[in-house]
């Protein structure tokens, strides 16, 4: 198993990197979500598809406030994002 972190820094992308988290713990990974910067845009796909992250025990984090208080994420500063990000064994960034 691999420790795998998907970090969605465009807010156009951000669908693309739920998915490849999915997809990677399909694959038996230990994923962690991350979005950077921005507020998600939820529509019925990405909900579910955020459903189905937290269903497979994917982590997924933010530094968006709006995100932690309104989207179901977990707040990490930056700074304890690059800590988490040198410990991954693979980055995906979008």
């Known amino acids: 198993m691999k420790k795998v972190a998907v970090l969605a820094r465009q807010p156009h992308r951000q669908y693309e990197a739920l998915r490849t ?37 994917g982590y997924r984090f933010s530094n968006h406030p709006v995100n932690v208080s309104e989207h179901g994420f977990a707040y990490k500063s930056l700074e304890e994002m690059g800590e988490l990000l040198r410990d991954q064994d693979i980055i995906i960034p979008f």
């Open 21 to 57: 988290s999915l997809g990677c713990l399909l694959e038996d990974h230990a994923v962690t979500y991350l979005v950077l910067d921005y507020e998600v845009q939820l529509d019925e796909a990405f909900t579910d598809n955020l459903g189905f992250l937290d269903e497979m025990e």
